[in-house]
């Protein structure tokens, strides 16, 4: 049975009691695609990059705008094994990664580098073209223009041997993954853009922020207003972790009020920085009180982790999970409300909670804090998506990703998105660490495709040191 469920959700269950400029999606530029069993999909259409100077003033300008050509090079690269054997993808004579059978790998690749698929010898190669991060191997169609088969090749002789000699589900998995390729293909032939999910996905299930144009901007009210003074140790004792007793309700007051703003709301100002992929910041999202405490517990966390590693030698993640204390719990909650979720999908829920869900986890990962000395970070960027295995009805993967920066008193140590659409520059975005700050990226779009542009890096820092939190959610469920 295929996974088609979507997340209503009233206002009255989100804390935010209030929200401007909230565009529907269904006003977007979806394109009907006609698929060969007659059903319909509808493909998002990436804008003109024209339309991202909404603002511009001068109209004929506007029209001249063309797109600039980024100078960062690298991209995803998507290699699916239609085979049923395990093989190693090779890139310029180098194993870069293993591949299952009938699954799919990802890989960072520069256009022009040899890709092959290696079973101790190359079974198939090829170039890696601008643009394109979709390439497949698939004996069945290929196997006559192999030469030298080894017995295992048998297998690749045709369908009927495979489902001899795998089993009967085989065949199954196989045109799970055959289906998807084949979609890709007229997928980027509509849209001129790779279709990097397993097809069929659903559409995100979550509210989607709009960027239309740089500097567009959304406003959002939440209860869910700063701590301004620290509470005692006894009052930041541990959350619960799932259950009722932290459900919202119409008179919900956030706890601790004594030691809040006195005002009764809190807006947070969402600004558009890149329309593709969507970018956007919001100053003032912790208050220094919030920063403070999340940096005493984040330094425990790590010093904690330093003296720990797991049976195979690596460190221990460095994660901060909402039942920690009230002003974790709050961070979650006013995250939430940015991104108008409701709250009880971050956390762990009663069986009564979203039942047509399909899992009662939260879809929300522990905060992961990082801190960075001098040198640490990466000018390679990288993705957080990922690709689930092929028969995996949900197909999970990070849907949004939050960064929130806990200082500013550094150089370098930008995030940076080499990718971004635009008609100015061939540099890189880079946004500068502030206090208090939280940057947030999408990491699918509309139509449930895998955003290929969401590739981003904390570049090194140079001077001081950076301290940042990442909270990552993910559509439709959280598996890992």
């Known amino acids: 049975m295929r996974f088609f469920f979507q997340v209503l959700i009233p206002l009255a ?33 990436r804008p003109d990059v024209s339309t991202f100077y909404e603002n511009t003033n001068n109209i004929r300008k506007q029209r001249k705008v063309k797109e600039v050509k980024p100078r960062y090079l690298s991209q995803v690269g998507k290699y699916c094994n239609l085979t049923p054997y395990d093989d190693e993808i090779v890139v310029d004579n180098s194993m870069k990664a293993t591949v299952k059978a009938f699954e799919c790998a990802r890989l960072t690749i520069n256009p022009g580098e040899r890709v092959c698929f290696s079973r101790g010898k190359c079974k198939k190669t090829f170039s890696v073209m601008p643009g394109k991060s979709n390439y497949e191997y698939d004996c069945n169609e290929s196997y006559a223009e192999i030469k030298d088969l080894d017995d295992e090749e048998i297998g690749c002789r045709g369908l009927p041997n495979m489902s001899r000699i795998m089993g009967p589900n085989i065949l199954k998995t196989y045109f799970t993954l055959k289906k998807s390729v084949d979609f890709a293909g007229r997928y980027r032939r509509m849209t001129g853009i790779d279709y990097l999910s397993r097809y069929p996905r659903s559409k995100p299930i979550h509210n989607m922020w709009r960027a239309d144009f740089f500097g567009q901007q959304h406003t959002v009210e939440t209860k869910e207003n700063h701590f301004v003074s620290l509470p005692t140790e006894s009052e930041l004792e541990i959350v619960a972790a799932e259950g009722t007793e932290t459900r919202l309700s119409e008179t919900y007051l956030p706890p601790l009020q004594g030691h809040r703003s006195p005002e009764s709301t809190m807006t947070m100002t969402l600004s558009v920085l890149s329309c593709a992929p969507r970018v956007f910041e919001v100053e003032n999202f912790l208050s220094d009180v919030e920063v403070d405490y999340i940096m005493k517990v984040g330094q425990e966390v790590i010093t904690d982790n330093a003296k720990t590693e797991n049976f195979d030698g690596t460190d221990v993640e460095s994660k901060i999970n909402r039942e920690h204390s009230p002003i974790i719990d709050t961070v979650y909650r006013r995250a939430a409300d940015l991104l108008r979720i409701d709250e009880a999908l971050l956390r762990n829920r009663h069986e009564h909670e979203y039942p047509d869900l399909g899992s009662k986890r939260s879809i929300a990962e522990g905060l992961d804090i990082v801190h960075h000395n001098v040198g640490d970070g990466d000018m390679k960027a990288s993705h957080e998506f990922d690709f689930p295995d092929t ?58 495709n895998m955003d290929g542009l969401a590739q981003h890096a904390s570049l090194p820092v140079t001077e001081g040191e950076k301290w940042v939190i990442y909270l990552r959610v993910w559509d439709p469920i959280f598996e890992r």
């Not at 269950?13 to 979806?30: P, Y």
């Not at 999970?396 to 080499?418: C, H, K, Q």
């Open 13 to 45: 269950l989100c804390t935010s009691i209030e929200s401007k400029n909230v565009h529907d999606e269904k006003e977007l530029a979806f394109q009907p695609m006609q698929l060969t069993d007659g059903s319909i999909f509808n493909a998002y259409v």
């Open 391 to 448: 028969m995996d009805e949900y197909q999970p993967t990070r849907f949004v990703t939050l960064a929130i920066y806990l200082n500013e008193d550094m150089e370098g140590g930008e995030t940076s998105f080499p990718t971004w659409i635009n008609a100015e520059s061939s540099d890189d975005l880079r946004i500068t660490p502030k206090k208090g700050k939280v940057v947030f990226f999408y990491s699918l779009l509309p139509d449930g």
